[in-house]
């Protein structure tokens, strides 16, 4: 059974870090593109970035671009989601999801939740003083 879990989020001041964890198990998660997505209350959920399958290309959120990187870490079925600079505009829900097609690269509608067939069931991010 393919299910996703995220881990990572809590509160931080404005200007700190996090890094969020999607943890796979029932799939390998090397072999499909992954996406970050984020929903603040009363938002439509958005796309924040998505890594491709095995060494293809990353895209981001011009939002987030510059202080958000997405990467892999094989070893552990895992995918990093490392968030710096944070602003409270950044305050969310974040999950991840996967289009579960196999050695597939992020599509050109990587950022559209139509995309993506599983998710998880997300982490809170607060940024706040």
């Known amino acids: 059974q393919v299910q996703l879990v995220e881990s990572g989020g809590g509160l931080v001041q404005p200007g700190g870090s996090l890094r969020l964890s999607c943890a796979a198990s029932g799939f390998t998660l090397n072999n499909y593109a992954i996406a970050w997505f984020r929903q603040a209350p009363g938002k439509e959920r958005e796309g924040v970035s998505c890594i491709s399958s095995r060494t293809g290309p990353t895209y981001s959120a011009d939002s987030v671009k510059g202080r958000f990187a997405i990467s892999r870490d094989n070893a552990n079925n895992t995918v990093y989601l490392q968030m710096n600079s944070l602003k409270p505009e950044d305050t969310a829900v974040y999950y991840c999801?996967?289009?579960?097609?196999?050695?597939?690269?992020?599509?050109?509608?990587?950022?559209?939740?139509?995309?993506?067939?599983?998710w998880g069931r997300g982490t809170q991010v607060t940024v706040s003083s």
């Open positions: 999801a996967t289009d579960r097609r196999f050695l597939a690269p992020c599509g050109s509608q990587w950022y559209r939740i139509t995309t993506y067939a599983s």
